[in-house]
């Protein structure tokens, strides 16, 4: 295999923040090569110099040998490097056909000014059959498509420019598994065409699927190449994270008590449908289901965010009425919400004013507020939670994702709630935080307090539950304890299908030791 | 550099120029850096700062009361109307204002929290509904003492001393407006910042989908900030009468984007980055001594409108240029 690109000692600066020190990337010819490392390991930046969004301070690009020099996406793609961007209605023009998304580039370049209907149709579908996705009709509106088939969209149009370098930068985050397995065989079937691909992705299993060699990055620098058939998954976290954290999480078995949570038949206007079940004091209870199976849907009704909402509730044996948050809160809950930002965070508030701002009357006498009662929790839980700020007066904007979490996590801590909901706690966090996000919920739940752990991350919840709810399109399909509780058959559950009978016994004899992050 | 040049103009710029404003006046008159002439000042701004602290706490809660001008105008006629048409008693001639305040206050954040119309667009239209409403209730005409009446004979009532005394009275060596000014402005402060009511405001402005899920009910707190609006607005009627001592039409129109700029020069008094109490007087006080100067000037009052709009526009480059830095993705 040839050389097809090499990227050698990049450098970049924001103003004084040191984004790439050293970043280092060789293609070759047809391969596909993961990019990993946690969240600010400069990854994102590494791919944004390669496709052209910015231009690197220092270091050099090579693409088949010669130096080049990308100062815009358009350069880039002259070049023949196109991105698939994680979020694909950036890229997509909702109100055009699939054909004119696909060919797009082409018009914006100039040329002829009369476009022929035909002949861009034509140009369209022969790059979707290329990607064995003739099924999208090109004359459909782009702003009909589903996630995976936009993906697909935004592949053919690098196709159709005959792309040598295809980026993909967690193509596979809002994918469901099947729509997963058929982009990889799309890349594979790019890769097999002598397409260079760069893959990157939170999710370990799939690289080490997909990927013919993984550079790992930590803190701006380039720290190894490994070839994927020749490395363990130990190995890549440990250069990830600079040491290996991945054993801290062995599971103990701890007592339980009585329900802090019974819920009954409850359903909302929509989505779920006759929902039961609860959860024991000092119980971790795993939600777990595909993209849409309405995981958050069940967090926010039982939070009282949600509208019209029967069914019955009970916390610690008291019938419950929530309707509004500040029902739930008083009645010992705390909701940890999937968009953080949007929903979880003041972004632009200090860490102090987050952190007291769920029970301010603890944090105030009569009406006025005490700062220093304020400060006195922010650093309590910048201590336990190990937050990385500056100080207490730091703006949460300029926390990396997985402090922002431990934030929004943190806030609830003044309360000591019976009941937390994780909703897709780890989504975005890189894996040190996870591991401290984790040991968190441990903790929570040793010192008696009930926990409900939606994710659609199903290794991750196995780790972390002592017990399983499988959602399905809205209702609880299966429940199983952690004993029985394997990928696969959470997998089966959760895409709507049932097991025989056999198969069951097989399965049961499975033991887990460590979370796999 | 570049960025800390930005930081240090957002921090000081506003006090900056302020200085600079008076050290030029007072070098070309002599009239204008004397205790008379500021005190002059201070109660000319005494009535758009009441205007102003109440666009503050709608800005604060991420709303926008543009009603507050007509409001203004609507309880400056009601005021003058009870002494001159119904001769009421003083009491009344100041609560009943007041409630109508209260009552603009919650139609807006009906419109805006019940039926989900955006904020600047529902006040938009209760700052018609409620200048034509003030029109209708007085014919089109200014209210003042023994007025002629329409019904024929004259009006019973006249605007009593002890309330022209709200107005154009002194105390303690200062107009009374101004120390009523003081006052609200302190109030507003030590609320807005010191106070859990303060933080609910500023968290649900921040972002109220947090908010709520924090436990915040976001539509009361909403409302509590119109009905505080409302109310301010209110009072700057009130004041305005006394001061006037007459009721005249359309009083507060002109005082709206006075009252916006003031709030939006605020935001940028000392870094704060957000609408607050103590900025929002400081606006009224640039913009009231940047007019007292140029009327010395001998500046035509028509063309006030260019200096007012002006610093408008440098206040919102100042704050909007300074956002776009400090939020910039690092």
Same mark, same amino acid.
């Given at each position: 295999?040839?050389?097809?690109?090499?990227?050698?000692?990049?450098?970049?600066?924001?103003?004084?923040?040191?984004?790439?020190?050293?970043?280092?990337?060789?293609?070759?010819?047809?391969?596909?090569?993961?990019?990993?490392?946690?969240?600010?390991?400069?990854?994102?930046?590494?791919?944004?110099?390669?496709?052209?969004?910015?231009?690197?301070?220092?270091?050099?690009?090579?693409?088949?040998?010669?130096?080049?020099?990308?100062?815009?996406?358009?350069?880039?793609?002259?070049?023949?490097?196109?991105?698939?961007?994680?979020?694909?209605?950036?890229?997509?023009?909702?109100?055009?056909?699939?054909?004119?998304?696909?060919?797009?580039?082409?018009?914006?370049?100039?040329?002829?000014?009369?476009?022929?209907?035909?002949?861009?149709?034509?140009?369209?579908?022969?790059?979707?059959?290329?990607?064995?996705?003739?099924?999208?009709?090109?004359?459909?509106?782009?702003?009909?498509?589903?996630?995976?088939?936009?993906?697909?969209?935004?592949?053919?149009?690098?196709?159709?420019?005959?792309?040598?370098?295809?980026?993909?930068?967690?193509?596979?985050?809002?994918?469901?598994?099947?729509?997963?397995?058929?982009?990889?065989?799309?890349?594979?079937?790019?890769?097999?065409?002598?397409?260079?691909?760069?893959?990157?992705?939170?999710?370990?299993?799939?690289?080490?699927?997909?990927?013919?060699?993984?550079?790992?990055?930590?803190?701006?620098?380039?720290?190894?190449?490994?070839?994927?058939?020749?490395?363990?998954?130990?190995?890549?976290?440990?250069?990830?994270?600079?040491?290996?954290?991945?054993?801290?999480?062995?599971?103990?078995?701890?007592?339980?008590?009585?329900?802090?949570?019974?819920?009954?038949?409850?359903?909302?206007?929509?989505?779920?449908?006759?929902?039961?079940?609860?959860?024991?004091?000092?119980?971790?209870?795993?939600?777990?289901?595909?993209?849409?199976?309405?995981?958050?849907?069940?967090?926010?009704?039982?939070?009282?965010?949600?509208?019209?909402?029967?069914?019955?509730?009970?916390?610690?044996?008291?019938?419950?009425?929530?309707?509004?948050?500040?029902?739930?809160?008083?009645?010992?809950?705390?909701?940890?919400?999937?968009?953080?930002?949007?929903?979880?965070?003041?972004?632009?508030?200090?860490?102090?004013?987050?952190?007291?701002?769920?029970?301010?009357?603890?944090?105030?006498?009569?009406?006025?507020?005490?700062?220093?009662?304020?400060?006195?929790?922010?650093?309590?839980?910048?201590?336990?939670?190990?937050?990385?700020?500056?100080?207490?007066?730091?703006?949460?904007?300029?926390?990396?994702?997985?402090?922002?979490?431990?934030?929004?996590?943190?806030?609830?801590?003044?309360?000591?709630?019976?009941?937390?909901?994780?909703?897709?706690?780890?989504?975005?966090?890189?894996?040190?935080?996870?591991?401290?996000?984790?040991?968190?919920?441990?903790?929570?739940?040793?010192?008696?307090?009930?926990?409900?752990?939606?994710?659609?991350?199903?290794?991750?919840?196995?780790?972390?539950?002592?017990?399983?709810?499988?959602?399905?399109?809205?209702?609880?399909?299966?429940?199983?304890?952690?004993?029985?509780?394997?990928?696969?058959?959470?997998?089966?559950?959760?895409?709507?299908?049932?097991?025989?009978?056999?198969?069951?016994?097989?399965?049961?004899?499975?033991?887990?030791?460590?979370?796999?992050? | 550099?570049?960025?800390?040049?930005?930081?240090?103009?957002?921090?000081?710029?506003?006090?900056?120029?302020?200085?600079?404003?008076?050290?030029?006046?007072?070098?070309?008159?002599?009239?204008?850096?004397?205790?008379?002439?500021?005190?002059?000042?201070?109660?000319?701004?005494?009535?758009?700062?009441?205007?102003?602290?109440?666009?503050?706490?709608?800005?604060?809660?991420?709303?926008?009361?543009?009603? +507050?001008?007509?409001?203004?105008?609507?309880?400056? +006629?009601?005021?003058?109307?009870?002494?001159?048409?119904?001769?009421?008693?003083?009491?009344?001639?100041?609560?009943?204002?007041?409630?109508?305040?209260?009552?603009?206050?919650?139609?807006?954040?009906?419109?805006?929290?019940?039926?989900?119309?955006?904020?600047?667009?529902?006040?938009?239209?209760?700052?018609?509904?409620?200048?034509?409403?003030?029109?209708?209730?007085?014919?089109?005409?200014?209210?003042?003492?023994?007025?002629?009446?329409?019904?024929?004979?004259?009006?019973?009532?006249?605007?009593?001393?002890?309330?022209?005394?709200?107005?154009?009275?002194?105390?303690?060596?200062?107009?009374?407006?101004?120390?009523?000014?003081?006052?609200?402005?302190?109030?507003?402060?030590?609320?807005?910042?010191?106070?859990?009511?303060?933080?609910?405001?500023?968290?649900?402005?921040?972002?109220?989908?947090?908010?709520?899920?924090?436990? +915040?009910?976001?539509?009361?707190?909403?409302?509590?900030?119109?009905?505080?609006?409302?109310?301010?607005?209110?009072?700057?009627?009130?004041?305005?009468?006394?001061?006037?001592?007459?009721?005249?039409?359309?009083?507060?129109?002109?005082?709206?984007?006075?009252?916006?700029?003031?709030?939006? +020069?605020?935001?940028?008094?000392?870094?704060?980055?957000?609408?607050?109490?103590?900025?929002?007087?400081?606006?009224?006080?640039?913009?009231?001594?940047?007019?007292?100067?140029?009327?010395?000037?001998?500046?035509?009052?028509?063309?006030?409108?260019?200096?007012?709009?002006?610093?408008?526009?440098?206040?919102?480059?100042?704050?909007?240029?300074?956002?776009?830095?400090?939020?910039?993705?690092?």
């Amino acid at each position: 295999m040839a050389e097809l690109l090499d990227m050698q000692s990049i450098g970049k600066r924001f103003g004084n923040v040191t984004a790439l020190e050293n970043g280092q990337l060789a293609l070759e010819k047809g391969e596909v090569h993961a990019l990993l490392g946690v969240n600010g390991a400069g990854k994102s930046t590494m791919i944004k110099i390669l496709s052209g969004v910015y231009g690197q301070d220092s270091g050099e690009i090579r693409l088949n040998g010669e130096i080049i020099s990308l100062r815009s996406p358009k350069q880039a793609k002259e070049h023949g490097i196109y991105c698939v961007y994680q979020e694909v209605d950036t890229a997509i023009v909702a109100e055009l056909t699939v054909a004119e998304n696909i060919l797009m580039d082409s018009f914006a370049a100039g040329g002829s000014l009369l476009l022929s209907k035909q002949k861009i149709n034509k140009q369209a579908k022969e790059a979707l059959v290329q990607l064995q996705s003739e099924e999208i009709s090109v004359t459909r509106k782009a702003g009909t498509l589903t996630l995976a088939e936009k993906q697909l969209v935004l592949i053919a149009r690098a196709l159709v420019h005959s792309a040598k370098i295809i980026i993909f930068d967690e193509p596979t985050a809002p994918l469901s598994l099947t729509e997963s397995d058929k982009l990889f065989s799309v890349i594979q079937k790019l890769s097999s065409e002598g397409v260079g691909c760069v893959f990157i992705s939170h999710r370990l299993p799939e690289v080490f699927e997909i990927s013919d060699r993984i550079t790992v990055m930590r803190e701006g620098k380039w720290v190894n190449t490994f070839v994927t058939a020749e490395s363990d998954s130990e190995g890549i976290i440990e250069a990830m994270l600079g040491e290996a954290l991945s054993h801290e999480l062995e599971y103990q078995p701890h007592p339980t008590g009585d329900n802090v949570l019974e819920v009954r038949r409850l359903s909302d206007s929509g989505k779920l449908k006759d929902i039961s079940f609860s959860v024991k004091a000092g119980e971790i209870v795993g939600v777990v289901g595909l993209v849409g199976a309405g995981k958050t849907e069940l967090a926010k009704a039982l939070f009282g965010a949600a509208n019209s909402v029967s069914g019955s509730v009970e916390i610690a044996g008291k019938q419950t009425r929530i309707k509004h948050p500040e029902d739930a809160i008083r009645a010992g809950m705390a909701l940890i919400p999937e968009e953080r930002r949007k929903e979880g965070l003041f972004v632009h508030e200090t860490l102090r004013a987050n952190a007291s701002f769920p029970n301010l009357r603890k944090f105030s006498t009569k009406l006025f507020m005490n700062k220093t009662a304020e400060n006195k929790f922010a650093e309590d839980i910048i201590d336990k939670l190990k937050i990385k700020t500056g100080d207490t007066e730091t703006p949460l904007v300029h926390l990396s994702g997985g402090n922002q979490q431990k934030v929004a996590i943190g806030k609830w801590m003044s309360l000591d709630s019976l009941l937390y909901l994780f909703d897709e706690p780890t989504k975005g966090v890189d894996i040190g935080a996870k591991v401290d996000i984790f040991k968190l919920i441990r903790e929570l739940a040793g010192s008696g307090k009930g926990c409900l752990y939606f994710s659609s991350e199903i290794h991750e919840a196995i780790g972390i539950s002592d017990r399983i709810l499988v959602m399905c399109d809205g209702q609880i399909v299966k429940e199983l304890s952690r004993q029985e509780a394997t990928q696969e058959r959470i997998l089966l559950y959760a895409s709507g299908g049932k097991e025989e009978l056999n198969q069951t016994e097989k399965l049961s004899e499975r033991e887990r030791s460590s979370i796999s992050v | 550099m570049k960025e800390n040049a930005v930081q240090f103009l957002f921090k000081y710029g506003a006090i900056i120029l302020l200085i600079a404003i008076i050290l030029y006046f007072s070098s070309i008159s002599d009239a204008f850096f004397s205790y008379g002439n500021f005190s002059d000042i201070l109660r000319s701004i005494s009535i758009v700062t009441l205007l102003a602290l109440g666009v503050t706490f709608t800005l604060v809660v991420d709303g926008f009361d543009l009603s +507050v001008g007509s409001t203004m105008s609507l309880s400056t +006629v009601v005021t003058a109307s009870l002494m001159v048409w119904y001769d009421m008693p003083l009491w009344l001639v100041l609560l009943l204002p007041l409630l109508i305040g209260v009552a603009v206050g919650l139609v807006n954040s009906f419109l805006i929290t019940v039926i989900g119309i955006p904020d600047l667009l529902a006040t938009l239209s209760m700052m018609y509904i409620v200048a034509g409403l003030h029109r209708t209730y007085t014919e089109g005409y200014s209210i003042y003492n023994n007025m002629p009446l329409t019904s024929g004979g004259t009006a019973p009532g006249q605007l009593s001393e002890a309330f022209l005394w709200i107005g154009q009275g002194q105390m303690l060596g200062l107009p009374v407006p101004v120390w009523i000014m003081v006052v609200m402005v302190l109030a507003a402060y030590v609320i807005l910042n010191h106070t859990r009511w303060g933080r609910i405001l500023y968290m649900t402005g921040g972002n109220a989908e947090a908010a709520t899920l924090s436990g +915040v009910n976001v539509k009361r707190v909403k409302t509590s900030a119109y009905i505080i609006s409302g109310v301010f607005a209110s009072m700057a009627g009130i004041l305005f009468t006394a001061r006037v001592g007459s009721g005249q039409i359309d009083a507060g129109a002109p005082l709206l984007m006075e009252a916006v700029a003031a709030v939006f +020069v605020g935001y940028s008094v000392l870094g704060a980055g957000k609408p607050n109490a103590l900025g929002t007087f400081f606006g009224a006080a640039v913009i009231g001594i940047l007019l007292n100067g140029l009327t010395i000037q001998n500046l035509p009052y028509y063309a006030f409108d260019i200096i007012k709009g002006a610093v408008l526009v440098a206040a919102l480059a100042v704050t909007y240029v300074y956002a776009k830095n400090k939020f910039a993705k690092t």
